[in-house]
């Protein structure tokens, strides 16, 4: 009785949280006095601040959107941050709940010293420039083989840089077939080769995401690109 009943309630949330209240394109100017039924929190203390997405103590509570992405996107936000640390940071093709679900991208974080694109975990094995060109090889001679033994890959791409608290940057981010990019204020910043895309059922949603920098987000789109 008792473990059927917690059974059916564990299906009822699971499909819940499946299906999506909002569509793809998106757009979210923020602007109002509460979340909205768009965005999902188990935690992290987000809340609307002066029209904008803010958090200062998420700590990997991700704020999920309810939308399932397409394949390939285009996600552009606005974000900035009020902390010396800056640590600007978001998921995407994740599960919905999961922080390190899905792809993990951070601009300016540990400390206002390094930015990611990471998949799976965020502090996974670097990747190296050879490394990309090996996969590129193997992807090129056989796509299927290749994004079969590369399914669990956990690792990330990174480079050092400084940010500049309470300065609003224009984010900018591209996944099209294994490339997944970004650009702040227009200029490239990190692009990363995945050989086997996350995508599907469990790995088809994006959040904005904060450990304990004073974060804000604003003027969110998400388009499918052709």
Do not use: M
Request: net charge positive.
């Amino acid at each position: 009785g008792i473990v059927c009943v917690v059974a059916l309630l564990a299906l009822c949330v699971v499909g819940c949280t499946d299906k999506p209240s909002a569509q793809i394109p998106f757009v979210d100017q923020s602007g109002r006095a509460q979340l909205g039924r768009h965005w999902q929190a188990s935690g992290g203390h987000w809340e609307i601040v002066d029209g904008a997405l803010h958090s200062s103590e998420a700590k990997n509570e991700a704020l999920w959107l309810n939308a399932h992405l397409p394949r390939d996107v285009e996600v552009r936000f606005v974000a900035w941050s009020k902390s010396p640390a800056v640590d600007l940071k978001f998921e995407i093709f994740g599960n919905g709940r999961d922080h390190q679900s899905g792809y993990v991208v951070i601009a300016a974080g540990w400390n206002n010293s390094t930015s990611i694109i990471a998949r799976l975990r965020e502090h996974g094995r670097e990747r190296t420039p050879q490394r990309t060109q090996t996969l590129q090889t193997e992807w090129r001679a056989d796509p299927t083989a290749t994004q079969k033994r590369y399914r669990k890959l956990a690792e990330r791409i990174s480079k050092r840089v400084r940010l500049v608290p309470n300065k609003r940057y224009a984010f900018r981010f591209v996944r099209k077939g294994n490339w997944l990019e970004l650009y702040l204020d227009g200029a490239l910043h990190l692009r990363y080769f995945d050989p086997s895309p996350l995508h599907g059922p469990h790995q088809n949603r994006f959040a904005f995401n904060n450990w304990t920098s004073a974060v804000f987000f604003d003027e969110l789109s998400i388009k499918p690109l052709d």
